[in-house]
């Protein structure tokens, strides 16, 4: 029987599959009709990977570029095609000689760092391509460098030619390529050889669910109480609340009066998201605001004041 949990798991990837392999696994596990997850991870790497069942999946839109913190070790003295271990070495450097001193400086240097150039074993798409599709055929291309930032970058170890630190950054940003930058800064070349996700947005570590989590939970049926509603997972999007009237509008995909507004945050600023949700609570949309703050306090009651931009109700 199909599962019709429209719900977000907070997931714990083990080291070994591929996050959409886990996917799969998840969307067995509970029987779900279709599922999404938030913010990829390779195979070697392990930690929080967020996944979406059912209508919730209609959410990833929004959550997909929530910052991410990062544990990661990289290991000095060579640099491999892929930047991480699973790679083949390319060249070797004495790493003897690099301090912990200088290691902190490449980390400092490294924090004030704006964009980054894709490594060529990703998933990002050229001319529709997968670059790590071309990378296996032996094929390099030319990548631009995409923005990137850096929240911080905190130094947190060195033992012999194994360095650890934590990142906290933007969401797209490859460590295994900070990994390989430093070791090139360095001279001595680096790769990554452990990573763990902490943090995606408000998804946690601590607070994370294994497969055999799932399998428990799912077996003495308490699986739901241990999942997230959708409203839950975009608790970081302000909220606006609408009346009855509103309610009624937003069910059947119109524009949000400013007479429909129950509550609304004290900043209101176009281009943002906003939750909208029912009278009694409950997620209803995504919206973005007509005008801000300023201006809505001068809208009349019948002019409109925010645009619905997903709608997760059904008419």
Sequence with gaps: MKSTLNKVVNLYKPVGP??????????????AKKAGHIGTLDPLAEGVLPVCLNGATRIIQFMSK????????????????TQDRDGQVLETGDWQNITEE???????????????????????????VPLYKLARNGITVKREP???RLHSLEFLSMEENRVTFRAH??????????????????????????????????FDQESALTLDHLDAF???????????????????????????????????????LKSFLDQVPEEVVPGNYYRVTRPGGGLMAIAEPRVDSEQLAQLNPDQVAFKLKRVFIES
Excluded at 20 to 25: E, S
Aim: glycine letters at 8%.
């Design 18 to 31: 591929t996050s959409f392999a886990l996917v799969r696994r998840v969307q067995h596990c509970v029987s």
């Design 218 to 256: 799912q077996a003495d049926g308490t699986l739901s109480d241990k999942l997230l509603e959708p409203d839950q997972a975009l608790q970081f999007i302000p909220e606006i609340r609408v009346n009855n009237e509103g309610e009624q509008a937003v069910t059947h995909g119109r524009l949000i």
């Design 66 to 81: 929530l910052p991410k913190t990062y544990w990661a070790e990289m290991t000095l003295g060579e640099s491999t095609d």
């Design 169 to 202: 950054c933007s969401a797209g940003t490859y460590i295994r390529t900070l990994c390989h930058d430093m070791g090139a800064q360095l001279g001595c070349g680096a790769h990554m050889t452990r990573l763990v996700r902490e943090k995606v947005g408000p």
């Design 146 to 148: 995409v923005s990137i």
């Design 102 to 128: 200088q290691v902190r400086q490449v980390i400092k240097d490294i924090k004030s760092q704006t964009t980054q150039v894709p490594p060529m074993f990703s998933a990002k798409k050229q001319n529709g």
